[in-house]
């Protein structure tokens, strides 16, 4: 009786997983029908066929020197501008950083209410700390709601194009995103020992900072390091803003058709961020395992001798400390080279620009000519109706399709990224591989790693960019490049999720003559999934924050309204779009949480 | 003598359950006592009643002839700074260093600031004290080790240190020996035991080896539901099997 149970409940779950998949197939499907797209607007045209071969091919051959013949005698060498354009990226988005650390940090303490004391608050007080907590709540909702392209968009229609413009629009999301994600790994945090701190009369403050941020910290390290990788990609991709990052150079290089040059600056690009990535996985994997203390040399009797001995010893990790000097010496190099980032924000140009622009240009067309913002409704309203909700409705299919695409794909390679799938020996068993078959499926494995990092390394808008080149405008390639972006970063953690996952019910699987493939189905797929599906409404959340974008590639969906009316002056009416986006986004943000809180709870 | 705590018809309820029934027990400084009970009895309860992590629904604690309940916020740290505290869980900070976590035990008598600052400044003169006392409990050569690497015997006499340290005149612990194996636990119970003695503290335990009891601790008290079965020196067997007796509701909750 008791088995039957056991199996009924089995065959129940592995049905809503099979319900899942078939569900974001048929959602799949619903959004591409949504944007009127079928599978033969994948085929590129016979342009877009020999632009896609002249492409690849140049890929073999990146430029080391301008394609250009008009180059005057006296102009610096090739490898300087592509050096500078890197350099202003990584200077950007490390500037960026440091005032998102500063305010994230600043911001997430208030929204958590781990430190709040539990005993004996006047009424006041707890009134005032609700007051801050729901301020500091808002505010990051909002701030996040707006994407960095978005933000410098504003900023540059603001204050005009200048390093402070590209800085705070990065400066700004990404503050809301720590702020978010640090109050979150905080709120995650056992809190027995903080309990148990302030049972020894500790002040609340001191039980929160002694009794939980300590477990914290290597998880809110890695998470800082990951947005820094971050904050390099969005650096890169404000270039199509008109902001001389990567990204500019490579817009102009293609529509100068100097393929070569793009390659070369993808490389440098890819390759700088593939640095940073492995540089944060060694700073993780060094904070997270600590070192083995060595034999004591040579016992004293005199005590402080004794102590020096043991302290000598404890003190290993000299990588971390030339780690943390380097991006020490990193950061303080990009506040103080180049143009001086606030130089001339006080100019008067600069302030009558964002006088014009606060008071003027963004109030609604209507409410300028007649002083009422009552007529601010009709004019919204049938903004909304002739574009806006048939955009919003675009923007969110672009997102869900991707999501889904990268998702049911990543499902797919997760086993061949993952460490303990691909080797002879699963956890100390043997598979019993033949040599031949050992060698072929280290070979999938790598192939597989190389195509998860490049991917998950690429900005998606750069990705969406190159494909709409090849592919033509359809909405094929923003959810491609989203989802191929997507694809990397679900496939690496879905790997690492295995590798950390109990090994046991899988070793029986061997036991029984499985193989991996099947060992990865039944018995491990399983077990992660709602991980996996957590995971996945995370991402989708940032992949709706990202569509919003994307249409400023020229694709009918948000970001398009926001560009054109960007194009014609019409600041309003980019505003009102922005803001029509930044209400998606929260919404999305809203219905993720709920979702995510009830897989959690299961 | 002063009594040190003196517990006056003390009730505590969590919503419909009633944990503590009208217990009345005195203690002394210096007392050794170990608290039996099956589970649910209500011994950790009591503990925490002591400094005061609880407030009685109903009766009264005297703290040195004075009622815990009339203690303002700063009052109530000042108290809880001189008990010792040591749940199940040790409440130690893993990834911090041995003289860290020992550091905590001062916690409540330091301003969050300078905590921070002889946290990653730490003074020798402190230093020499916490490697003394961590030579009493036999860890000296753990000083600047991350607690995590440390084994599970070594974690609970970080925790005992902490107490040490702490210079409290209680140490509640609270079945500090149920995940460790029978000569880890009866070595724990020495240790505390001694260090009780030597420092004329008072030590109260909860804890669930009847032998273990017995075998060290001059007072036991017997909780059952939340009532006292037994307070003395020694326990006859009736007793003991009486207190275990669990009703058949009870057994398959």
């Keep these: 009786m008791r088995n039957l149970h056991h199996v009924n409940e089995q065959d129940a779950s592995g049905g809503k997983k099979r319900s899942f998949v078939f569900a974001t197939i048929l959602i799949l499907v619903f959004c591409l029908y949504g944007l009127g797209l079928g599978w033969k607007d994948f085929i ?149 020992t903080s309990h148990c701190l302030a049972a020894h009369g500790a002040p609340p403050v001191s039980s929160w900072l002694f009794g939980m941020i300590p477990s914290a910290i290597p998880d809110l390290i890695s998470y800082a390091l990951y947005r820094y990788e971050c904050a390099i990609r969005s650096a890169a991709i404000l ?77 290993t990790k000299i990588s971390l400390y030339v780690i943390v000097t380097l991006l020490g010496i990193l950061a303080f190099t990009s506040w103080n080279t180049g143009e001086p980032i606030f130089s001339d924000l006080g100019s008067e140009q600069r302030a009558a620009n964002l006088d014009r622009f606060l008071n003027q240009e963004i109030t609604p067309y209507p409410v300028r000519l007649s002083g009422n913002w009552a007529d601010a409704v009709p004019w919204a309203k049938e903004l909304l109706i002739t574009k806006g909700l048939d955009a919003t ?15 049911l794909s990543g499902l797919i390679s997760i086993p061949y990224g993952a460490k303990s799938l691909n080797s002879t020996h699963y956890f100390g068993v043997t598979l019993g591989l033949s ?22 390394s690429m900005p998606e808008f750069l990705l969406a960019y190159l494909l709409l080149q090849i592919l033509g405008s359809t909405a094929w390639p923003l959810i491609v490049g989203l989802a191929l972006h997507n694809y990397g970063i679900i496939g690496r953690l879905g790997g690492e999720i295995l590798d950390n996952s109990d090994p046991s019910n899988a070793k029986i699987i061997i036991a029984h003559g499985g193989n991996t493939n099947q060992l990865y189905l039944f018995t491990l797929l399983p077990s992660v999934f709602n991980r996996l599906i957590l995971y996945f409404f995370y991402r989708w959340e940032t992949c709706i924050r990202d569509a919003t974008v994307m249409g400023m590639l020229g694709i009918s969906s948000l970001g398009f309204l926001i560009d054109d009316a960007s194009a014609r002056d019409n600041r309003d009416e980019m505003f009102f779009y922005i803001l029509l986006g930044a209400c998606l986004v929260m919404i999305g943000d809203i219905v993720s949480d709920i979702i995510r809180s009830r897989f959690r709870a299961a | 003598m002063a009594k040190l705590f003196q517990l006056k018809n003390i009730t505590k309820r969590f919503g419909s359950i009633t944990a503590i029934d009208c217990v009345n027990i005195d203690i002394e400084q210096g007392e050794i006592i170990a608290l039996i009970g099956s589970s649910g009895s209500g011994k950790t309860t009591l503990l925490k009643l002591l400094n005061a992590q609880h407030e009685a629904d109903a009766g009264e604690i005297l703290l040195l ?185 009870q057994l398959t909750q």
Aim: net charge positive; aromatic share 10%; charged share 20%.
């Design chain 1, 239 to 315: 270039g199509f803003v008109g902001i001389t990052t990567v990204g500019y150079h490579i817009e102009t290089a293609f529509a100068d058709g100097y393929y070569n040059e793009i390659w070369t600056l993808l490389y440098s690009l890819l390759a700088m961020l593939i640095i940073i990535e492995k540089l944060s996985s060694y700073i993780r994997h060094k904070i997270n395992t600590p070192s083995e203390p060595k034999k004591l040399l040579e016992t004293s009797n005199n005590r402080e001798d004794t102590i020096k001995q043991l302290r000598k010893q404890s003190s």
């Design chain 1, 393 to 407: 409705l675009k923007t969110f299919y672009i997102a869900t399709a991707a999501i889904i695409i990268a998702f």
């Design chain 2, 65 to 249: 002839q004075k009622p815990i309940s009339s203690f303002n916020h700063k009052q109530l740290r000042q108290t809880r700074s001189k008990i010792a505290f040591i749940p199940q869980d040790l409440g130690i900070v893993k990834n911090l260093k041995v003289f860290q976590n020992i550091f905590l035990g001062k916690v409540g008598l330091t301003s969050t600031l300078s905590m921070l600052w002889k946290f990653l400044f730490p003074p020798k003169s402190e230093i020499l004290k916490v490697h003394k006392l961590l030579e009493r409990t036999g860890i000296a050569d753990k000083l600047y080790s991350i607690t995590s690497t440390l084994s599970g015997g070594e974690q609970q006499r970080v925790a005992v240190t902490r107490a040490l340290y702490q210079e409290a005149h209680t140490i509640l612990a609270d079945e500090p020996i149920s995940s460790v194996d029978p000569a880890r636990a009866r070595s724990l119970i020495k240790l505390l035991i001694e260090i009780s003695r030597e420092n004329n503290l008072t030590l109260i335990m909860s804890i669930h080896n009847i032998e273990l009891a017995k075998e060290f601790f001059p007072r036991l008290i017997g909780l059952k539901n939340g009532r006292v079965q037994f307070d003395g020196s020694s326990v006859n067997q009736a007793e003991l099997d009486d207190l275990y007796q669990l009703s058949e509701e």
């Design chain 1, 435 to 456: 040599k031949t078959r050992a060698i072929i499926r280290k070979m999938i494995s790598l192939l597989t790693k190389t195509i998860l990092l490049v991917t998950r």
């Design chain 1, 44 to 192: 590129p045209s016979e342009n877009g066929y020999q632009l896609f071969k002249k492409f690849a091919a140049a890929s073999l051959t990146p430029a080391l020197d301008y394609q250009s013949t008009g180059i005057p005698e006296d102009a610096p060498p090739y490898y300087h501008k592509v050096l500078k354009s890197l350099w202003l990226t990584l200077q950007y988005a490390t500037c960026a950083m440091c005032i998102a650390l500063v305010l994230g940090i600043s911001l997430g303490f208030f929204c958590t209410k781990s430190w709040w004391s539990h005993a004996r608050h006047s009424s006041l007080v707890r009134y005032f700390l609700i007051i801050m907590y729901r301020v500091a709540r808002t505010i990051i909702t909002f701030g996040r709601s707006i994407h960095e392209l978005l933000w410098a968009l504003l900023f540059i229609t603001a204050l005009g194009t200048s390093p402070f413009a590209a800085i705070m629009a990065l400066a700004i999301p990404y503050s809301c995103t720590l702020a978010k994600v640090f109050s979150e790994i905080i709120d995650e945090q056992d809190r027995r």
